[in-house]
Nanobody
């Protein structure tokens, strides 16, 4: 079982930056594909960015391209989301997600049901 724990959310003003972290632990914490999703009140959970670690391929939502950057630490246990130039429309609960290590995919899934593990979420609120 893999456990994902997000941190780093908070309340910031528009234009500010935040860095979210997602720490993975558990029996098989190497997950070939991981992602950040977000969900605003009354809206569906949407992909912010997915990354395939083996190739470095990424899939960013158009709304965050050029502002958000995904990365991970050298140990491969923590994934980060650097968020710059935050906008009020970025306000949402942000979730870390991962694919089970046994799955072999050649694309980055974009919908929540395709992911096997989820964190509890961290709230990001951007005031105008």
């Amino acid at each position: 079982q893999v456990r994902l724990v997000e941190s780093g959310g908070g309340l910031v003003q528009a234009g500010a930056s935040l860095t979210l972290s997602c720490t993975a632990s558990g029996r098989s914490f190497y997950n070939p594909i991981m992602a950040w999703f977000r969900q605003a009140p009354g809206k569906e959970r949407e992909l912010v960015v997915g990354i395939m670690w083996s190739t470095g391929s990424t899939d960013y939502a158009d709304s965050v391209k050029g502002r958000f950057t995904v990365s991970r630490d050298n140990a491969g246990t923590t994934m980060y989301l650097q968020m710059n130039s935050l906008k009020p429309e970025d306000t949402a609960a942000y979730y870390c997600a991962a694919i089970h290590s046994s799955r072999t995919l050649y694309y980055i899934p974009s919908t929540p049901p395709e992911y096997d593990y989820w964190g509890q979420g961290t709230q990001v609120t951007v005031s105008s």
